[in-house]
């Protein structure tokens, strides 16, 4: 195993991780749209929800970030597709 790869314990958590904080994201959001939902929702509450969904999307998009490079590295390692990253990343500039 090289230093950018994770053995498959790791891998498994880092999905189950990025899954977990995708859960919370959802379920913070449904939060909200049930508050904006309501007639006269407390302002208090909706802020409380709103800053509890802004650090959900963080937590989800740090988790989903990971599993992308954890994605991007395995990838690279076979000559094949780092040939093909590298002609897109050409053809691209």
């Known amino acids: 195993m ?5 053995d498959s314990s790791a891998q498994t958590d880092l999905w189950r991780a990025y899954r977990r904080a995708f859960d919370e994201f ?14 006269n929702p407390s ?7 709103e800053f509890a969904l802004e650090k959900a ?5 740090g988790k989903r970030d ?3 490079w954890q994605l991007l590295s395995e990838s690279l390692e076979q000559p094949e597709l780092a040939k093909a990253a590298s ?4 053809c691209c500039a």
Not at 2 to 6: A, D, I, M, T
Not at 43 to 49: G, I, K, T
């Open 2 to 6: 090289n230093h950018g790869q994770l």
């Open 26 to 39: 959802a379920a913070t959001a449904r939060q909200l749209q049930a508050l904006h939902d309501q007639l």
């Open 43 to 49: 302002r208090v509450e909706v802020e409380a929800v």
């Open 57 to 61: 999307r963080i937590a989800y998009s």
């Open 66 to 68: 990971a599993v992308a």
């Open 87 to 90: 002609r897109a990343a050409c």
